[in-house]
């Protein structure tokens, strides 16, 4: 980022920060079908905001436009108080952004190059990103990797010798490589089991104490938000049902589907169909 570019802060103007990332009645229909109806989203830097509901809800709509993958039918997205550039925008601008916005999907798998060493796919982000070369980029490639957890052993793999756990690791760290201002992740820890979400999710708050990043943390799960997000929106067909900081929507839900939702998480008595959230 220019910078010219950089938002106001970083100022000591006494007013509320501009929110780093800003979605203003984002809508988006696929035909007739009206997939995210009118949300709005807003995230502080270094903030970490939780998107939950049910499948369907229209979670990764919503956060692939947040993210510039997806053209909204009509609301926009700011950055930094500035709208989103569009493919007609400057390279130079658009490249700032998607730099500051990275996304890590709920399967590393297919976004990482399958003939490629753990190591040189970190690399190759860098280079492109950043201006380290030669040895200076390797030693910052091993420190990333060492950052997430994954020693010599693993960088020099390929994916398909990982572990899923190790392979978000990866994911994560080429994420965090360019130094975004924003991690978007769509159930990123969805996939892995219980002991390496746990894993992840110490990994994911160690380095938002260490960087000061921001998150967009897209789940169904309601047992690991509390631990990763202050605040929570809960979506449900589309819309923005309930909002506020998890701590008060997980213990005092307000909204009829909030509180469905919440008694859907398995426990002890649990049937499928006291889960089930459909009226
Ligand atoms: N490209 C598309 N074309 C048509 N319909 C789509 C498209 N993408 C999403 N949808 C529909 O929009 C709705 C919301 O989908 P979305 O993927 O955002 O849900 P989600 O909340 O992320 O669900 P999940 O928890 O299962 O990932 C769904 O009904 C889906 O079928
Ligand atoms: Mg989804």
Redesign the pocket.
């Known amino acids: 980022m220019s910078d010219t570019d950089m938002s106001d802060t970083t100022t000591s103007d006494t007013s509320a920060p501009t929110p780093v990332l800003e979605a203003v009645g984002l809508r ?1 229909t ?2 007739d ?1 009206v ?2 109806d009118g949300v709005d989203l807003s995230l502080a830097a270094g903030a970490s905001l939780a998107v939950v ?11 692939r436009m947040v993210a510039g993958l997806e053209v909204p039918t009509a609301g926009a997205v700011r950055w930094n108080g500035r709208s989103l550039p569009g493919h007609r925008a400057r390279t130079a601008v658009r490249r700032s952004f998607a730099q500051d916005v990275q996304m890590v999907f709920q399967d590393p798998y297919a976004s990482l190059d399958r003939r490629q060493r753990v190591d040189d796919s970190i690399s190759e982000v860098l280079s492109h990103h950043t201006d380290l070369r030669g040895s200076a980029l390797t030693r910052r490639a091993a420190e990333l990797l060492d950052q997430v957890g994954l020693g010599t052993r693993q960088a020099r793999s390929l994916p398909r010798a990982l572990s899923g756990g190790q392979r978000q690791r990866v994911a994560i760290a080429r994420a965090v490589a360019v130094r975004p201002r924003v991690l978007v992740l ?2 990123a820890v969805a996939a892995l089991d219980v002991s390496v979400q746990a894993q992840i999710v110490t990994l994911l708050r160690e380095l938002r104490e260490q960087s000061g990043i921001a998150y967009l943390f ?1 789940t ?1 799960d309601l047992g690991i938000v509390q631990h990763i997000c202050e605040d929570i929106v809960v ?1 449900h067909r ?1 819309r923005v049902v309930e909002r506020g900081r998890t701590v008060s929507v997980l213990e005092r839900p307000e909204a009829p589907y909030t509180r469905k939702l919440i008694g859907s998480v398995p426990r002890r008595g649990w049937t499928p169909k006291r889960a089930d959230t459909t009226p």
């Not at 509901?53 to 956060?63: C, D, I, R, W, Y």
């Open positions: 988006k696929f035909g079908f997939a995210v509901g049910e499948s369907g809800s229209g979670k990764t709509t919503t956060a769509d159930e897209i169904h979506m589309g």
